[in-house]
């Protein structure tokens, strides 16, 4: 069975640094992985999604994520945090078969100060 | 309808009453998710529907939940006997399956703030 962890419950950072988001997923088989946003008060929206094309994905908003198989992750980064940023993150994974539910971290919550 | 939508956006019941929520997909999405979100618990899986397939319940926390998708369309999540611990948003979620191995994006409602007094 997939799982996926989120190392971090919060980061905070400062506009203009950069952004570290951690996962680590587990899946018995390749999986599929996501990452999902969801601001204040709205609802969820996807960031990126990795099929097993590039291992590095770019996502909406200057995001990306990188697929490292041999550690099990799929950090989220971004070189220059905005305040609009400021939301939480989900980790999503997906194993590579037909009806597989899709399973999300408890989220990561990002704040960032001006 | 453009998106997924979910009713009543807001429930408030006494313990012990039985509640339902529904969901409305995007039409001719043929997976469908049910999730919990709770204050710092993220996003609990629930149950998932995908076509004409038995649908995974194996996120159902106790027998007093339960789901089914009439026509492949409209899903509906009852809760019965309603304990305090079941006060969450439920979020309903839709996607295309692209085949095998390729799931699509999900499309989440707002979500039914359930609060149970």
């Known amino acids: 069975a997939q799982s996926v962890t989120q190392l971090d419950s919060h980061v905070s950072v400062s506009e203009g640094t950069p952004v570290l988001l951690r996962c680590n997923y587990s899946?018995?088989?390749?999986?599929?992985l996501f990452w999902y946003v969801q601001h204040p008060n709205k609802g969820l929206q996807l960031l990126l999604k990795?099929?097993?094309?590039?291992?590095l994905v770019k996502g909406i908003n200057g995001f990306e994520a990188e697929f490292k198989k041999s550690e099990t992750s799929f950090h989220l980064t971004k070189p220059s945090a905005h305040m609009s940023d400021a939301a939480e993150y989900f980790c999503?994974?997906?194993?590579?078969?037909?009806?597989?539910?899709?399973?999300f971290g408890k989220g990561t919550t990002l704040s960032v100060s001006s | 309808g453009a998106g997924v939508s979910q009713s009543p956006s807001n429930k408030v019941t006494e313990k012990g009453k039985d509640v339902e929520l529904r969901c409305d997909p995007i039409?001719?999405?043929?997976?469908l998710y049910w999730y919990r979100q709770s204050l710092g618990q993220g996003l609990e899986f629930l149950i998932y529907?995908?076509?004409?397939?038995?649908?995974?319940k194996s996120g159902l926390p106790s027998d007093r939940f339960s789901a089914e998708r009439t026509g492949g369309s409209v899903s509906t999540l009852t809760i019965q006997r309603t304990q305090q611990e079941d006060s969450a948003v439920y979020l309903c979620?839709?996607?295309?399956?692209?085949?095998?191995?390729?799931?699509?994006?999900?499309?989440f409602g707002e979500g039914s703030r359930l609060t149970v007094l």
């Open positions: 990795y099929t097993s094309a590039a291992t």
């Open positions: 999503v994974v997906s194993e590579k078969q037909a009806g597989t539910a899709l399973i």
């Open positions: 979620a839709s996607s295309l399956t692209l085949g095998l191995g390729n799931t699509g994006e999900l499309f």
């Open positions: 899946s018995s088989y390749s999986p599929s």
């Open positions: 039409s001719g999405h043929t997976a």
């Open positions: 529907f995908q076509g004409n397939s038995a649908p995974d």
